[in-house]
């Protein structure tokens, strides 16, 4: 079969299609590609053969593709209709959509897509995310650069590899799951964070159900309260309940109180009693408070340790710990009696017990501290994270700095028009 290198999707979408005598049968209205490949194989045409009938054919009745016309290998009279796939997707709604740029990070908008001739089959390589691909399209590519060379510019033809970029929109689902899931969890959750705010709600949503559990918690902590809470509206409430497992508990505990009652009561239901109870506890505070800013998850190890037993210890609880810079130390009766640095406690003799260790005179406050205390307390004393005691000095939770930057940063963003956005 002939097929020029380097066609773009806009150059062959309304072509003529011929049959092999040369006959008419109508312009091309759309391409289909096989979701199975890292490069998916074009595998269907649609056909407009008049206003009231199309015609899906398979690539393989495609004998030529020329810049003038697309032929066939066999006559009208002998032509059979063929049906899409499971598998199979049309190009055509991909263009003007949004599509996440792997690499780059970032969300990018289809202007074309580019089509090859690799290993004797026709497939989808590239998208065409620069201004030529959009010129191209209206029909003005030759207008366009012959404007730029005037002022000695170019118009930027920006290729981004299929294998590197994904779609979001559920037109296009196919195409997006032959990619899976691995390429986003390998992106950072604040990069995503940052694709899916760009994006509308039903495919910010999309773009969530793509993405496994652990990797959609973490995204979602770092996205804003308005977006969190439209994110988890747009999940069922299994779903929903599975992820906010996931995340810290703090965060968990704020998002539920933006949501309404009932429903923030029915997602605690479905959640694991360990990590419902977690959140409950912190929803009992008030939102302005240490209590209501701290995190369930720190490091405490009880006093009659030595340093060798207080390291075998970590190894088994530090990975469900948010912050372990600081490891504190309980009593019997939970109260906090001391911290201890990672540094001291890992060039102790191993002999040595946690409680000679130890600084006993530990900053805390209780748990019903207003949060506009505890940043001058971390910033006074250069802690990174602030132990929440209740009134018998039993250890509830950590403040960390960075739950404290967040809030500083949040009453101190600037106004428009003397609203803050």
Known sequence: MLFFAGYYLSALLDKPVRDRSGRPLGHLKDLAVRC????????????????????????????????????????????????????????????????????????????????AYLGGVVRLVAVDAGSRGLFRRLGLERIATSLARLFGRQVS???????HVMTTQPVSEPLQLSFGRE?????????????????????????????????????????????????????????????????????????????????????????????????????????????????????????????????????????????????????????????LSLRHLIVAPPDRPILELMIKDVISVPADTDRDELAPLIAKYNLLALPVVDEHSVLLGIVTVDDVMDTVLEEHKPRVGGVRP
């Open 36 to 115: 199975t490949e890292t490069f998916p194989p074009v595998c269907k045409i649609l056909v407009r053969a008049d206003r009231r009938r199309e015609l899906v054919l398979p690539w393989e009745q495609i004998r030529a593709v020329s810049p003038e016309a697309i032929t066939l290998e066999i006559e009208n009279d002998r032509i059979e209709a063929s049906t899409l796939a499971d598998d199979e997707c049309w190009l055509r709604p991909i263009l003007d959509r949004q599509i996440v740029d792997l690499r780059g990070r970032r969300l990018v908008r289809v202007n074309d897509l580019q089509l």
């Open 157 to 163: 033809e920006r290729l981004l590899s299929w294998e």
């Open 183 to 339: 390429a986003l969890a390998q992106m950072r959750p604040a990069d995503l964070a940052d694709i899916a705010s760009q994006l509308g709600a039903s495919d910010r949503a999309h773009l969530f159900r793509s993405l496994d559990e652990e990797t959609a918690a973490e995204t979602l902590q770092e996205m804003s309260p308005r977006l969190q809470v439209s994110v988890l509206n747009s999940m069922d409430d299994e779903r929903a309940s599975d992820i906010l497992e996931e995340m810290v508990p703090d965060d968990a505990a704020d998002l539920l109180a933006d949501l309404p009652e009932e429903r923030a009561d029915d997602l605690l239901e479905l959640m694991e009693d360990e990590e419902a109870a977690d959140v409950k506890q912190l929803l009992s505070y008030p939102e302005d408070s240490a209590g209501g800013l701290m995190t369930t998850e720190f490091v405490a190890l009880p006093q009659n340790l030595t340093a060798e037993q207080a390291i075998a210890r970590l190894r088994e609880e530090a990975p469900d710990a948010e912050h372990i810079y600081y490891v504190y130390v309980t009593d019997e009766s939970g109260r906090l009696a001391g911290v």
